[in-house]
């Protein structure tokens, strides 16, 4: 079974600050992973995925994760936040060839000026 | 190119009603999924669909909720008998027929309100 597991519900950062967003997964085969972005009252767009090729990431707005099977984690990272990062991160877990998506709590992301 | 439309944005039902959320995946794309958001908690998947067939219906609750995909028109998950539980965002999501690293893009979500 697969299950997903996000540190922290929610992060404060100040503007300009590193973005470490935690996410570990457990998966019974090669998984691939996703995170995905929400802003308020919108649905959820796809920020990068991981599909078993390179195991750093990059996506969209300057973030970026690492896929690291020792520690079975995929943190979300980006060098400096910025005002418009401020929405709810979700990390999310496919087996290979299993549709079914599960998804973590989310962690919600501040943006301090 | 539209992305995956869903309908009503929001709904609002009294107890005992039906709600019926409409789902129309992006071009091209033959896989349907839904999922419900409550307050303060990730998406809990519900239901997986293909044209005419429901592939994955484990997360569905066994009373009260369908969920349909026809040949012709957009998706449609129902629930009958509405109670103030069922009060979330329901997110729907497509990918395309291509087996592989198919990646599922979601609407913009419908927000049910129960009274």
Request: charged content about 20%; hydrophobic content about 35%.
């Amino acid at each position: 079974a697969q299950s997903v597991t996000q540190l922290g519900s929610h992060v404060s950062v100040s503007e300009g600050a590193l973005v470490l967003l935690r996410c570990n997964y457990s998966s019974s085969v090669p998984p691939y992973l996703f995170w995905y972005v929400q802003y308020p009252n919108q649905g959820l767009q796809l920020l990068l995925k991981y599909t078993s090729a390179a195991t750093l990431v990059k996506g969209i707005n300057g973030f970026e994760a690492e896929f690291k099977k020792s520690e079975t984690s995929f943190h979300l990272t980006k060098p400096s936040a910025h005002m418009s990062d401020a929405a709810e991160y979700f990390c999310a877990v496919r087996e290979g060839g299993y549709q079914k998506v599960t998804f973590g709590i989310g962690t919600k992301l501040q943006v301090i000026p | 190119n539209a992305g995956v439309m869903q309908n009503p944005r929001h709904l609002v039902r009294r107890r005992g009603q039906e709600a019926r959320l409409r789902c129309s995946p992006m071009k091209g794309h033959s896989h349907v999924y839904w999922y419900r958001q409550l307050p303060e908690e990730g998406l809990k998947f519900m239901v997986y669909l293909q044209k005419e067939n429901i592939i994955d219906e484990s997360g569905m609750p066994k009373e009260r909720f369908s969920a349909e995909f026809p040949k012709e028109g957009p998706s449609i998950l129902r629930i009958q008998q509405v109670v103030r539980g069922d009060s979330a965002a329901y997110f729907c999501a497509s990918s395309p027929e291509i087996s592989g690293q198919e990646t599922q893009y979601f609407g913009p979500g419908t927000r049910l309100l129960v009274l």
